[in-house]
């Protein structure tokens, strides 16, 4: 399971990463710190993957299963 963060969408809003704090981070401009990343998602953070991919206004972060 992936969470993917697109590089250049984030306009820095702070919703995923204070609904996802165990994956997600900020950077000192309030941007996620992870863009450009795709990230391995452990069974237990997959409600914080999930809320993370449906906070985000700009659509920068994607879920995926497989
Ligand atoms: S919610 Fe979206 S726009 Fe806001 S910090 Fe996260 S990735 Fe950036």
């Keep these: 399971m992936t969470l993917s963060i697109a590089q250049g969408k ?3 809003h702070g919703r995923c990463y204070a609904v996802a704090p165990d994956l997600l981070s900020d950077d000192e ?6 863009a450009g990343q795709d990230l391995d998602v452990p069974a237990e953070l ?3 993957a ?4 449906g906070a985000c206004p700009e659509y920068a972060i994607t879920f ?3």
Excluded: I, L, P
């Design 64 to 66: 995926t299963r497989s």
């Design 29 to 34: 401009e309030g941007f996620v710190a992870q």
């Design 10 to 12: 984030c306009m820095g």
């Design 46 to 48: 997959v409600g914080q």
């Design 50 to 53: 999930q809320d993370a991919a």
